[in-house]
């Protein structure tokens, strides 16, 4: 059985930095199709960082202010968010299967709330 379980996030004045860890069970963090989603309140799930590939993609919004890595001794996959503003305030979840890669089951964590004030 797969279980994602995210920790991290809180709040954070614009400009500051969160971590979020993902602990990973039933599932290869190396085995690519894994990623962190987020939520705006009132909006649609967007995705923000993945491995599709061995190496690491990123929305728009967010490429050079966060870094999405994995480690094989923890079976984590974290992401580092950097230079947070406003508009990155949302529940973040890591995911990993078919949000990331378009096939196969689906795997969602509950999603920590990061709240970025002005």
């Known amino acids: 059985q797969v279980q994602l379980a995210e920790s991290g996030g809180g709040s954070v004045q614009a400009g500051g930095s969160l971590r979020l860890s993902c602990a990973v069970s039933g599932y290869t963090v190396t085995s690519n199709c894994m990623g962190w989603f987020r939520q705006p309140a009132g909006k649609g799930r967007e995705g923000v960082a993945w491995f599709y590939t061995a190496s690491g993609s990123y929305a728009n919004s967010v490429k050079g202010r966060f870094t999405i890595s994995r480690y094989n001794a923890k079976n984590t996959v974290d992401l580092q968010m950097n230079s947070l503003n406003p508009e990155d305030t949302a529940m973040y979840y890591c995911?990993?299967?078919?949000?990331?890669?378009?096939?196969?089951?689906?795997?969602w964590g509950q999603g920590p709330q990061v709240t970025v004030s002005s």
């Open positions: 995911a990993a299967g078919r949000p990331v890669c378009g096939s196969g089951p689906t795997y």
